[in-house]
Protein backbone atom coordinates (compact mmCIF):
# COMPACT_ATOMS: atom_id res chain seq x y z
CA UNK A 1 0.00 0.00 0.00
CA UNK A 2 1.15 3.71 -0.88
CA UNK A 3 0.51 6.33 1.33
CA UNK A 4 1.91 9.53 2.04
CA UNK A 5 1.52 11.31 5.24
CA UNK A 6 0.79 15.28 5.26
CA UNK A 7 2.14 16.86 8.25
CA UNK A 8 5.56 15.34 10.18
CA UNK A 9 4.98 16.51 13.70
CA UNK A 10 4.28 13.90 16.63
CA UNK A 11 1.21 12.08 14.91
CA UNK A 12 2.17 12.03 11.49
CA UNK A 13 5.55 10.86 12.73
CA UNK A 14 3.57 8.02 14.66
CA UNK A 15 1.57 6.85 12.10
CA UNK A 16 4.44 7.37 9.51
CA UNK A 17 6.65 4.91 11.70
CA UNK A 18 4.57 2.53 12.61
CA UNK A 19 3.23 2.39 8.70
CA UNK A 20 6.83 1.43 7.28
CA UNK A 21 7.79 -0.62 10.07
CA UNK A 22 4.68 -2.66 8.62
CA UNK A 23 5.46 -2.90 4.95
CA UNK A 24 3.23 -0.02 3.62
CA UNK A 25 5.19 2.79 1.23
CA UNK A 26 5.23 5.74 3.25
CA UNK A 27 5.85 9.19 1.83
CA UNK A 28 6.06 12.14 4.49
CA UNK A 29 5.36 15.62 2.95
CA UNK A 30 7.14 18.08 4.69
CA UNK A 31 8.13 21.85 4.94
CA UNK A 32 11.52 22.31 2.77
CA UNK A 33 13.13 23.35 6.22
CA UNK A 34 12.27 20.58 7.83
CA UNK A 35 13.19 17.63 5.09
CA UNK A 36 16.90 17.50 5.46
CA UNK A 37 16.47 16.42 9.15
CA UNK A 38 13.50 13.82 8.17
CA UNK A 39 15.29 12.03 5.81
CA UNK A 40 17.62 10.92 8.43
CA UNK A 41 15.24 9.00 9.81
CA UNK A 42 11.87 8.76 11.86
CA UNK A 43 11.71 7.38 15.69
CA UNK A 44 9.09 6.86 17.98
CA UNK A 45 9.23 6.27 21.93
CA UNK A 46 6.64 5.57 24.88
CA UNK A 47 4.55 2.63 24.61
CA UNK A 48 6.47 1.35 21.58
CA UNK A 49 10.14 1.94 20.36
CA UNK A 50 10.31 1.78 16.83
CA UNK A 51 12.34 3.62 14.20
CA UNK A 52 11.68 3.55 10.47
CA UNK A 53 13.09 5.45 7.43
CA UNK A 54 10.47 7.29 5.05
CA UNK A 55 10.75 9.10 1.44
CA UNK A 56 10.33 12.86 2.01
CA UNK A 57 8.91 15.55 -0.22
CA UNK A 58 8.14 18.91 0.02
CA UNK A 59 5.67 19.08 -3.60
CA UNK A 60 2.54 16.94 -4.77
CA UNK A 61 4.55 16.74 -7.86
CA UNK A 62 6.92 14.27 -6.34
CA UNK A 63 4.23 11.87 -4.31
CA UNK A 64 3.15 10.69 -7.80
CA UNK A 65 0.60 8.07 -7.22
CA UNK A 66 -0.79 6.86 -4.12
CA UNK A 67 -3.53 4.89 -2.63
CA UNK A 68 -4.62 6.95 0.98
CA UNK A 69 -3.45 9.90 1.91
CA UNK A 70 -3.20 10.66 5.63
CA UNK A 71 -3.74 14.79 6.84
CA UNK A 72 -2.17 14.73 10.30
CA UNK A 73 -1.19 18.80 10.33
CA UNK A 74 -2.69 21.13 12.69
CA UNK A 75 -5.80 22.38 11.70
CA UNK A 76 -4.70 25.75 11.00
CA UNK A 77 -2.20 24.26 8.54
CA UNK A 78 -4.18 21.97 6.91
CA UNK A 79 -5.15 23.96 3.74
CA UNK A 80 -1.87 25.24 2.80
CA UNK A 81 -0.49 21.25 3.32
CA UNK A 82 -3.39 20.32 0.95
CA UNK A 83 -2.43 23.08 -1.81
CA UNK A 84 1.35 21.82 -1.38
CA UNK A 85 -0.28 18.82 -2.43
CA UNK A 86 -0.63 19.41 -5.86
CA UNK A 87 -0.24 17.04 -8.76
CA UNK A 88 -0.67 13.72 -6.42
CA UNK A 89 -2.84 11.70 -7.27
CA UNK A 90 -4.35 10.32 -4.29
CA UNK A 91 -7.28 7.35 -4.20
CA UNK A 92 -8.56 8.00 -0.88
CA UNK A 93 -7.64 10.86 1.56
CA UNK A 94 -8.44 10.74 5.41
CA UNK A 95 -8.01 13.62 8.13
CA UNK A 96 -6.85 12.58 11.62
CA UNK A 97 -7.76 16.58 12.38
CA UNK A 98 -10.09 17.40 14.99
CA UNK A 99 -13.42 20.12 14.56
CA UNK A 100 -15.78 20.42 12.48
CA UNK A 101 -14.10 21.69 9.63
CA UNK A 102 -11.38 19.34 9.07
CA UNK A 103 -12.36 17.82 5.71
CA UNK A 104 -12.98 20.87 4.34
CA UNK A 105 -9.36 21.41 2.49
CA UNK A 106 -9.89 17.65 1.56
CA UNK A 107 -13.18 18.02 0.07
CA UNK A 108 -12.33 21.15 -1.90
CA UNK A 109 -9.18 19.16 -3.38
CA UNK A 110 -10.57 16.30 -3.80
CA UNK A 111 -14.01 15.82 -3.72
CA UNK A 112 -16.23 14.65 -0.69
CA UNK A 113 -16.74 10.99 -2.66
CA UNK A 114 -13.15 10.62 -2.01
CA UNK A 115 -12.68 11.32 1.59
CA UNK A 116 -13.35 9.04 4.03
CA UNK A 117 -14.42 10.07 7.72
CA UNK A 118 -11.71 9.57 10.28
CA UNK A 119 -11.03 10.33 13.76
CA UNK A 120 -8.47 8.61 16.18
CA UNK A 121 -7.78 7.79 20.24
CA UNK A 122 -4.01 8.48 19.65
CA UNK A 123 -1.49 10.58 21.75
CA UNK A 124 1.54 11.61 21.02
CA UNK A 125 4.15 14.43 21.85
CA UNK A 126 7.01 15.88 20.14
CA UNK A 127 10.28 14.22 21.12
CA UNK A 128 13.94 15.99 21.56
CA UNK A 129 14.94 16.15 18.31
CA UNK A 130 13.38 16.55 14.38
CA UNK A 131 11.39 13.30 13.62
CA UNK A 132 11.04 11.79 17.11
CA UNK A 133 7.73 11.23 18.32
CA UNK A 134 6.72 10.06 21.92
CA UNK A 135 3.78 8.12 22.31
CA UNK A 136 1.49 8.11 25.17
CA UNK A 137 -1.98 6.69 24.20
CA UNK A 138 -2.71 4.09 21.09
CA UNK A 139 -6.20 3.24 21.62
CA UNK A 140 -7.90 3.66 18.48
CA UNK A 141 -8.69 4.81 14.56
CA UNK A 142 -12.29 4.74 13.24
CA UNK A 143 -12.92 4.89 9.38
CA UNK A 144 -16.00 5.73 7.86
CA UNK A 145 -17.94 6.52 5.15
CA UNK A 146 -19.24 10.61 5.20
CA UNK A 147 -22.75 11.76 4.40
CA UNK A 148 -21.58 14.16 2.05
CA UNK A 149 -19.43 11.36 0.42
CA UNK A 150 -22.76 9.03 0.39
CA UNK A 151 -24.52 11.90 -1.28
CA UNK A 152 -21.74 12.62 -3.88
CA UNK A 153 -21.68 8.59 -4.47
CA UNK A 154 -25.22 8.28 -5.20
CA UNK A 155 -25.40 6.25 -2.12
CA UNK A 156 -28.67 6.47 0.53
CA UNK A 157 -28.31 8.32 3.40
CA UNK A 158 -30.42 6.08 5.25
CA UNK A 159 -28.21 3.27 4.26
CA UNK A 160 -25.20 1.71 6.76
CA UNK A 161 -22.24 1.53 4.36
CA UNK A 162 -19.35 -0.28 5.67
CA UNK A 163 -16.85 0.26 2.53
CA UNK A 164 -13.71 -1.90 1.15
CA UNK A 165 -11.48 1.40 1.41
CA UNK A 166 -12.38 1.66 4.92
CA UNK A 167 -11.87 -1.81 5.36
CA UNK A 168 -8.61 -1.70 3.74
CA UNK A 169 -7.34 0.78 5.62
CA UNK A 170 -7.92 -0.31 8.98
CA UNK A 171 -6.79 -3.56 8.32
CA UNK A 172 -3.48 -1.95 7.67
CA UNK A 173 -3.58 0.00 10.65
CA UNK A 174 -4.08 -2.91 12.88
CA UNK A 175 -0.94 -5.07 11.24
CA UNK A 176 0.95 -1.86 11.95
CA UNK A 177 -0.14 -1.88 15.56
CA UNK A 178 -2.50 0.90 15.20
CA UNK A 179 -5.94 -0.88 16.90
CA UNK A 180 -8.59 0.33 14.34
CA UNK A 181 -12.08 0.02 13.23
CA UNK A 182 -14.63 0.35 9.96
CA UNK A 183 -17.93 1.99 11.31
CA UNK A 184 -20.97 2.40 10.04
CA UNK A 185 -21.07 6.53 10.48
CA UNK A 186 -17.61 8.40 9.67
CA UNK A 187 -19.53 11.67 11.01
CA UNK A 188 -20.53 10.25 14.08
CA UNK A 189 -17.34 9.50 15.09
CA UNK A 190 -15.70 12.66 14.04
CA UNK A 191 -18.21 13.97 16.25
CA UNK A 192 -17.43 12.24 19.17
CA UNK A 193 -13.69 12.39 18.98
CA UNK A 194 -14.42 16.42 18.77
CA UNK A 195 -16.37 15.99 22.07
CA UNK A 196 -14.74 13.50 23.58
CA UNK A 197 -11.50 15.82 23.18
CA UNK A 198 -12.57 18.85 24.52
CA UNK A 199 -13.42 18.71 27.92
CA UNK A 200 -9.84 17.01 28.77
CA UNK A 201 -8.32 19.39 26.39
CA UNK A 202 -9.81 22.53 28.04
CA UNK A 203 -9.17 21.87 31.72
CA UNK A 204 -5.87 20.64 31.12
CA UNK A 205 -4.70 23.43 29.31
CA UNK A 206 -6.05 26.17 31.74
CA UNK A 207 -4.71 23.97 35.13
CA UNK A 208 -1.52 23.26 33.23
CA UNK A 209 -1.35 19.83 34.61
CA UNK A 210 -1.55 16.23 32.91
CA UNK A 211 -5.05 14.02 32.08
CA UNK A 212 -4.57 11.86 34.81
CA UNK A 213 -4.14 14.98 37.40
CA UNK A 214 -7.18 16.61 35.67
CA UNK A 215 -8.70 12.88 36.71
CA UNK A 216 -8.12 12.71 40.45
CA UNK A 217 -8.49 16.08 40.92
CA UNK A 218 -12.45 16.94 42.10
CA UNK A 219 -12.34 20.50 41.13
CA UNK A 220 -10.96 20.18 37.99
CA UNK A 221 -13.03 16.51 37.41
CA UNK A 222 -16.27 18.25 37.94
CA UNK A 223 -15.53 21.40 35.51
CA UNK A 224 -14.92 18.06 32.93
CA UNK A 225 -17.89 16.66 33.66
CA UNK A 226 -19.68 19.74 33.45
CA UNK A 227 -17.51 20.37 29.74
CA UNK A 228 -18.89 16.97 29.04
CA UNK A 229 -22.41 17.30 29.06
CA UNK A 230 -22.81 20.48 27.35
CA UNK A 231 -20.13 19.76 24.25
CA UNK A 232 -22.35 16.57 23.80
CA UNK A 233 -25.50 18.29 24.02
CA UNK A 234 -24.80 19.82 20.33
CA UNK A 235 -24.33 16.51 18.06
CA UNK A 236 -27.66 15.39 20.46
CA UNK A 237 -29.80 17.82 19.53
CA UNK A 238 -28.85 17.60 15.83
CA UNK A 239 -29.55 14.28 16.00
CA UNK A 240 -26.00 12.54 15.44
CA UNK A 241 -25.13 11.18 18.68
CA UNK A 242 -28.14 9.93 21.06
CA UNK A 243 -27.03 8.26 24.25
CA UNK A 244 -29.38 5.61 25.69
CA UNK A 245 -30.09 4.32 22.16
CA UNK A 246 -30.00 0.32 21.36
CA UNK A 247 -26.76 0.66 19.66
CA UNK A 248 -23.67 1.53 21.38
CA UNK A 249 -22.55 5.07 22.07
CA UNK A 250 -19.28 4.78 22.79
CA UNK A 251 -17.45 3.30 19.28
CA UNK A 252 -15.25 -0.13 19.97
CA UNK A 253 -11.80 0.70 21.01
CA UNK A 254 -12.36 4.34 22.95
CA UNK A 255 -10.99 4.72 26.30
CA UNK A 256 -13.56 6.59 27.37
CA UNK A 257 -17.43 5.46 28.55
CA UNK A 258 -19.29 8.52 27.56
CA UNK A 259 -22.54 6.80 26.77
CA UNK A 260 -22.35 5.49 30.38
CA UNK A 261 -21.21 8.71 32.02
CA UNK A 262 -24.06 11.01 30.19
CA UNK A 263 -27.06 9.06 31.09
CA UNK A 264 -25.95 8.53 34.79
CA UNK A 265 -25.67 11.26 37.24
CA UNK A 266 -22.32 13.00 37.70
CA UNK A 267 -21.09 10.72 40.36
CA UNK A 268 -21.16 7.95 37.31
CA UNK A 269 -18.72 9.82 35.38
CA UNK A 270 -16.64 11.22 38.31
CA UNK A 271 -16.05 7.65 39.10
CA UNK A 272 -15.38 6.76 35.53
CA UNK A 273 -12.39 10.05 35.66
CA UNK A 274 -11.51 7.90 38.90
CA UNK A 275 -10.27 4.84 37.16
CA UNK A 276 -8.64 6.45 34.53
CA UNK A 277 -6.44 8.96 36.64
CA UNK A 278 -5.06 5.84 39.05
CA UNK A 279 -4.31 3.65 35.60
CA UNK A 280 -2.39 6.54 34.62
CA UNK A 281 -0.83 6.85 38.17
CA UNK A 282 0.33 3.65 38.48
CA UNK A 283 1.46 3.33 35.57
CA UNK A 284 3.08 6.72 35.68
CA UNK A 285 2.14 7.79 32.43
CA UNK A 286 1.08 11.40 31.73
CA UNK A 287 -0.99 11.89 28.77
CA UNK A 288 -0.79 15.48 27.63
CA UNK A 289 -3.42 16.61 24.89
CA UNK A 290 -2.07 18.34 21.79
CA UNK A 291 -4.03 21.63 23.28
CA UNK A 292 -2.00 21.67 26.54
CA UNK A 293 1.27 21.14 24.83
CA UNK A 294 0.84 24.31 22.55
CA UNK A 295 0.28 25.99 25.43
CA UNK A 296 3.21 24.67 27.85
CA UNK A 297 5.56 25.69 24.12
CA UNK A 298 3.88 28.97 23.96
CA UNK A 299 2.59 27.92 20.37
CA UNK A 300 -1.07 29.44 19.42
CA UNK A 301 -3.62 26.48 20.06
CA UNK A 302 -6.40 25.15 17.77
CA UNK A 303 -8.93 26.17 20.30
CA UNK A 304 -10.73 28.86 17.86
CA UNK A 305 -11.08 26.18 15.08
CA UNK A 306 -12.70 23.59 17.43
CA UNK A 307 -14.01 25.49 19.82
CA UNK A 308 -15.27 28.42 17.92
CA UNK A 309 -16.68 26.18 15.29
CA UNK A 310 -18.62 24.23 18.04
CA UNK A 311 -20.02 27.26 19.98
CA UNK A 312 -21.01 28.37 16.54
CA UNK A 313 -22.92 25.17 15.88
CA UNK A 314 -24.77 25.37 18.75
CA UNK A 315 -25.69 29.00 18.59
CA UNK A 316 -27.79 27.63 15.20
CA UNK A 317 -28.98 24.99 17.11
CA UNK A 318 -30.10 27.32 20.24
CA UNK A 319 -28.20 25.65 22.52
CA UNK A 320 -26.51 27.99 25.53
CA UNK A 321 -22.84 26.16 26.31
CA UNK A 322 -21.85 28.46 29.61
CA UNK A 323 -18.72 26.64 30.56
CA UNK A 324 -17.23 25.44 27.42
CA UNK A 325 -17.34 29.71 26.38
CA UNK A 326 -15.93 30.56 29.47
CA UNK A 327 -13.00 28.09 28.55
CA UNK A 328 -12.74 28.94 25.57
CA UNK A 329 -12.66 33.29 26.06
CA UNK A 330 -10.13 32.13 28.73
CA UNK A 331 -7.54 30.48 26.49
CA UNK A 332 -8.37 32.96 23.48
CA UNK A 333 -7.78 35.93 26.07
CA UNK A 334 -4.23 34.12 27.50
CA UNK A 335 -3.40 33.66 23.70
CA UNK A 336 -3.79 37.14 22.46
CA UNK A 337 -2.31 38.84 25.68
CA UNK A 338 0.80 36.22 25.10
CA UNK A 339 0.99 37.58 21.32
CA UNK A 340 0.67 41.31 22.46
CA UNK A 341 4.18 40.99 24.27
CA UNK A 342 6.03 38.65 22.39
Not at 102 to 118: F, H, T
Not at 259 to 278: F, H, N, Y
Request: with cysteine; charged share 20%.
Amino acid sequence: MRVVIAGAGALGTTYAVLLARAGAEVTILARPARAADLEAGLQIRGLVEATATARVVTTGAEVGEVDYLILATKAGDAASAVEALRGAEVGTAISLLNGLGKNDALDRAYGPERVLGAACAVVAGRGDRPGEAILTMNRATWLGERRAARVASGIREADAVRTERAARLAAVFRAAGLPSWSVDDGDAVEWYKLCALLPGSLVTSLARCSYGEMALHPLLARQFVSLMRETFSVPASLGILRHGAASPFDPPGAPWSFGTWLSGEDGVALAGLRVIGEAQAASRQRVMPSMLQDVLAGRVTEVEALVGGLLARAREAGLALPATEACYRLLRGLEDVATARA
